[in-house]
């Protein structure tokens, strides 16, 4: 079988053109002013879970931008929350960035590696009197933040001296104060109107090993204090960010204001992506994983970029969707069938056709020989002539689709029923004549007659036929198993019901296993990375994870048109 492995191409390229956007435009203005003369972009997950098709979105606006821009982004692994990270996240993150197409070359940076920086610039702050460690636990700590419409109150220990406060602090660097016993808090306003301005916890006692500093820390960073200091110390040019994240950029740029930094990233919020019938949010996904809703980060039913990929998405046809659904202000969900469309167009162009039966049922053509074997031609591709031909197998026994056959079949039904002809995709025309059944009266098989004349499928008479089925020859097929997927879930946003847990709105048959099925034998020779159309069925590739050589399992990456969108439209 033809190698379609460009699929897989990593040029990070995508269909369109250049992509144009607010971002983009702020971008090309700094470097026409000058104000930068290089673009420095980073993207900075937490290693805590893998990614996701909304990581994507943020990884084709940073990478891209680097690329439009002859320009710089960095990976840089937000490890601050030693007790939910592991080099495994690590590793998977990497691996999803790479298969995605973007590469960070020697740009690779963890904010743990700034451990002892950003203990030196809390330091600072305190000799500036920007900081102070507060004994108040958690829960006074918000009591006493206040509330939209009420100012917070000051921490009775909000004015100790910079004394007190460094011997703290180095005491809370040492062990010798317990978890949970204080915190180190930016003295900014209690009674500003942003609440995250009310004196933000900065650093917090967590005796636990960090994947990769192991226990030479026991006092962690928060995130607001890392990020903004982790961005200036790469000097990123332009800190891109999720929307939810506009309440804390006065907080980003009041850290590197009181520390006075040579270098200041501009922060830039755009709209995250969400995606209808679908969750977005890691620690959810973690929960379905944990509690065995599926069956690990990478189950295809899942958006995860590693259930993407072994569900047979390509990587470009994610780049198009990111590029399709572009950069704005404002927050939106996005149709799960415009996910699906662009894995669709791009496996519409390169996927190699072939067939598949995915209900066989047996037909045997009573009037050819039955020790007779041929070999019909069929085209790789309908509109490429130069994806070539392949010879496929016909003989006396085959199976078919059984949804194609009907005993007592409609008049519009345009398939095979009792007395009626069809065309078999590249070889006969054949007649029903006879049923045969089990003792339930299930149809097990049915006996059919060709017409020598119509090889190729055509009738010298000029006779014709209305139903075109797909057929595998019994003796030659390869006996697979595939998996049919549909949404994981069954309301458009099951993590927005206050009343009710989104687990609760899992698509019982988001998973559908047919075994047993029948595929033409080029199918035997199949790469782990080709994927095929099966005429009529959709788009399907070899999974990897579960295939044996003598049980591969397929699963279907994306049915052929969007079968969602024909159910709306009966309404
Ligand atoms: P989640 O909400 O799934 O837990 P997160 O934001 O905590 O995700 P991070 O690892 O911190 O996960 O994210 C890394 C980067 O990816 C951040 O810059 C974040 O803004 C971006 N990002 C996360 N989710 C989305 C999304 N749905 N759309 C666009 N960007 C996203
Ligand atoms: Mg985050």
Redesign the pocket.
Known sequence: MENNKYNDDNSARTAGGKPQDFIRTIIAEDLKSGKHKQVITR????PN?FL?I??A??ICLNFGIAGEFNSVCHLRF?DTNPGKESTDYVEAIKNDVHWLGFDWGEHLFYASDYFDKLYGYAVQLIKLGKAYVCHLNADEIREQRGTLTEPGQESPYRDRSVAENLVLFEQMKHGELAEGSCVLRAKIDMTSPNILMRDPVIYRILKTSHHRTGDKWCIYPMYDFTHCLSDMMEGITHSL??LE?ENNRPLYDWVLDALNTPCHPQQIEFA???INYAI????KLLQLVDEGYVSGWNDPRMLTISGLRRRGYTPLSIRNFCEVIGIGKRASWIDMGVLENAVRDDLNEHAPRVMGVLKPLKVVITNYPDDKMEEVTAQNHPKIPEMGTRKVPFGRELYIEATDFMEDPPKKFFRLGPGREVRLRYAYFITCHDVIKDQNGEVIEIHCTYDPETSGGNAPDGRKVKGTIHWVSARHAVQAEIRLYDRLFTVEHPDMDKEKDFKEFLNPHSLEILQQCMLEPSLKDAGTDDRFQFERQGYFYLDKEESRSDHPVFNRIATLRDTWAKIARKK
């Open positions: 993207f900075p997950p937490e879970g996701h909304g990581h979105k943020s937000d960010c999720t994240f995250r992506l969400n977005m949010s890691k620690r």
